[in-house]
């Protein structure tokens, strides 16, 4: 679990084929690489962001499978799908946001 309360949280990475994570902002943000450390087949990522960020960075061609919701707060998926990994991600942002984007 990654947390950040009043402050960040870096781009620790996860083991390969990982199968479940949790990433929660509060008054903070915090950055994830995923670009070393792909998913397993049956991956979730829970992303909570309050009063802060979180940034999601996939390999290119990650589908991307997105749920929750965002109240004065926004998720933003700026990845086109491919024939890559599928990433559950289950986002919830009040007032704060949570991206997912490519390298680079």
């Not at 509060?26 to 994830?32: A, H, L, M, P």
């Not at 991956?43 to 919701?69: D, K, N, Q, Y």
Request: glycine share 20%; charged share 15%.
């Amino acid at each position: 679990m990654n947390l950040a309360l009043f402050g960040g949280f870096g781009k620790r990475p996860y083991a390969p084929g990982w199968s479940q994570e949790t990433a929660v902002a509060v008054f903070g943000g915090g950055e994830i690489d995923l670009t070393a450390a792909p998913p397993g087949p049956t991956a979730r990522l829970t992303a909570v962001a309050v009063f802060g960020g979180i940034e999601i960075t996939v390999p290119e061609g990650t589908r991307v499978a997105l749920s929750g919701f965002g109240i004065f707060g926004g998720r933003d998926v700026r990845v086109l799908p491919g024939d890559g990994p599928e990433l559950r991600l289950r986002g919830y942002a009040l007032f704060g946001g949570i991206e997912v984007r490519p390298p680079g």
